[in-house]
């Protein structure tokens, strides 16, 4: 089934939609809607979220990342009493109960998972900020998608996590200090977005399979 992603918080964002540190991106697959993280403000993602015409009540999962603000301080904006919450198993208990109290449920992640049909957690991942991302297939031959939230664990432990699932064509999300580029050669779609510190190398380095994220960006698999 075809898979479109919607980026709904970043640092950057098309005109006529906010800005600001952090990221949260919807994936939409038929009639199921995703969340992957809801950035550092509830008003700015709710902000941004009505103007590209989405309802919280619509979202039946969301995914978070990691614990960090920047990925769970809008939280507050999409939690609704049927909606399913997968979080790390190690965030901590004062967050898991703010989740429990506005939530239909919550799913403590510690391997890899089947969100929904097509869509899987790495699981937790790191030494460190313990982080999941998320694993996406595609119908446009492109291969599996990686969604990042900061890649703290580091986005070739991520991306070697991720090919349990099948062929990897494809990062987006946040890269952190990720500074190995080549390891992105060949890839069919590179998003680098958020914390990215080396953003400008890969735009220059993949002008062909790169592409520029922002708030309001859409991409298709």
């Known amino acids: 089934m075809r898979k479109r992603l919607r980026v709904v918080y970043d640092n950057e964002a ?6 600001d540190w952090g990221f949260s991106c919807l994936i939409e697959s038929g009639d199921r809607r995703v969340l992957f993280d809801t950035g550092a403000s509830e008003a700015i993602l709710a902000r941004n979220m009505e ?18 603000w ?26 898991k109960k703010r989740i429990k109290r506005k939530a239909a449920g919550i799913t403590e992640v510690s391997g890899p998972t089947e969100i929904i ?27 599996e998608l990686v969604l990042t939230g900061c890649a703290h664990p ?4 991520i ?3 991720a090919r349990l699932f099948g062929e990897l064509g494809g990062v987006m999300g946040g890269f952190h200090g990720f500074s190995q580029l080549e390891l992105l050669k060949g890839l069919k779609i590179i998003a680098p977005c958020h914390c990215t510190v080396h953003k400008a190398e890969i735009m220059a380095k993949y002008p062909d399979t790169a592409v520029k994220c922002e708030a309001g960006l859409e991409i298709e698999i």
């Open 14 to 19: 098309k005109e006529g939609l906010e800005r």
């Open 51 to 68: 103007k590209l015409g989405i309802r919280a009540e619509e979202i039946e999962i969301i995914a978070l990342s990691h614990e960090h």
């Open 117 to 143: 049909p097509g869509i899987h957690t790495t699981g937790e991942l790191g030494t460190g900020a313990r982080e999941q991302s998320l694993v996406i297939d595609t119908d446009t031959g492109v291969g």
């Open 70 to 95: 920047d990925h769970i301080g809008g939280l507050s904006a999409v939690l609704h009493p049927d909606v399913e919450v997968y979080i790390p198993a190690s965030f901590t208990v004062a967050t």
């Open 159 to 161: 991306m070697d996590s």
């Open 154 to 157: 580091g986005l070739d432990v």
